[in-house]
């Protein structure tokens, strides 16, 4: 697995991780707008990085470096999870 893979399956868990507690917020009305708004654009940007992946346009290998065809447009806060604060 290259490290582009690696990095795109852990956003994927840290999304997944972050689902529920939002989701709950948002049923009581407590999660805010922005957010609501943060979430939606790590989705956005994670649902592009898969489309670019299964499309083919995603790096190569090279002597266990990975060579980005196209850069990827992910917002600079989707490499930590959200700060949720949530207590009932």
Same mark, same amino acid.
């Given at each position: 697995?290259?490290?582009?893979?690696?990095?795109?399956?852990?956003?994927?868990? &840290? @999304?997944?991780?972050?689902?529920?507690? #939002?989701?709950? $917020?948002?049923?009581?009305?407590?999660?805010?707008?922005? =957010?609501? !708004?943060?979430?939606?654009? &790590? @989705?956005?940007?994670?649902?592009?990085? #898969?489309?670019q $992946?299964?499309?083919?346009?995603?790096?190569?290998?090279? =002597?266990? !470096?990975?060579?980005?065809?196209?850069?990827?447009?992910?917002p600079?806060?989707a490499?930590?999870?959200?700060?949720?604060?949530?207590?009932?």
């Open positions: 697995m290259i490290r582009e893979e690696r990095e795109l399956l852990a956003e994927l868990a &840290r @999304l997944n991780g972050d689902m529920p507690t #939002l989701g709950l $917020r948002m049923m009581d009305g407590s999660a805010s707008a922005a =957010e609501q !708004e943060h979430y939606a654009q &790590r @989705l956005i940007a994670v649902g592009k990085w #898969l489309r $992946r299964a499309e083919g346009r995603v790096g190569v290998v090279i =002597e266990g !470096e990975v060579d980005i065809q196209e850069p990827l447009a992910l600079a806060h490499v930590e999870p959200a700060q949720l604060d949530w207590r009932p």
